[in-house]
């Protein structure tokens, strides 16, 4: 069953040039009385260039059909990740490519998404939020009246984040996985 372009969506995966791809990037285009065409960003997920293609509206893409396994992340050595599943308990392994960036966001017993696809993994979804500790950051200037001024605070994972003053090495906090910014203290 093939999709019209007109229906892509940010991270619909389809096949492509015999690739899978996923839509990072999408807007129609009209120009006068010209034809409306879609003007697409796919990323490769092997290699995870970015391209640019242009489909009249009415074009139709095969869809790629992903599995979404619900996983636990257990511990890291060098660039490999190991995550649990949490249906049979089997251990799988991961590069640091296919994880990427969220290694800043990932402690042990993270529950997390793993992307699949006929069966090989390519992507790791984070939760939209984590909680964690802060291991280093300078101290509390006393008597500091402005509330908007942060400093940078260094996470339990190596993450560095900008806090607000009144935060603490040993401080919980939680943090946004999209935008790795910080949403506030974890309640106890």
């Known amino acids: 069953m093939a999709i019209k372009a007109i229906d892509l969506r940010r991270g619909t995966a389809v096949q492509y040039n015999n690739k899978l791809y996923v839509v990072h990037d999408f807007a129609k285009v009209s120009k006068g009385n010209w034809r409306s065409f879609m003007q697409v960003k796919l990323k490769d997920t092997q290699t995870g260039s970015i391209i640019e293609q242009r489909f009249r509206v009415d074009d139709m893409l095969e869809p790629a059909f992903l599995e979404q396994k619900p996983m ?16 049979d308990y089997e251990q799988l392994e991961l590069s640091g490519d296919i994880v990427g960036e969220a290694v800043k966001y990932l402690k042990p017993n993270t529950q997390v998404q793993i992307t699949m696809y006929q069966g090989k993994p390519f992507s790791v979804e984070l939760p939209n939020t984590v909680e964690l500790e802060v291991t280093d950051c300078p101290p509390s200037i006393k ?36 935008s790795g910014e910080y949403l506030g203290r974890a309640s106890e």
Do not use: Q, W
């Not at 636990?72 to 249906?87: A, K, P």
């Not at 500091?144 to 935060?167: M, Q, R, W, Y």
């Open 72 to 87: 636990e992340y257990l511990y890291s050595t060098g660039s490999t990740h190991c995550f649990m599943d949490l249906s």
């Open 143 to 178: 008597g500091a009246t402005i509330s908007n001024v942060g400093k940078d605070a260094t996470l339990e994972t190596g993450l560095v984040i900008n806090v607000p003053d009144f935060i603490n090495k040993g401080a919980v906090v939680r943090v946004d996985t999209r």
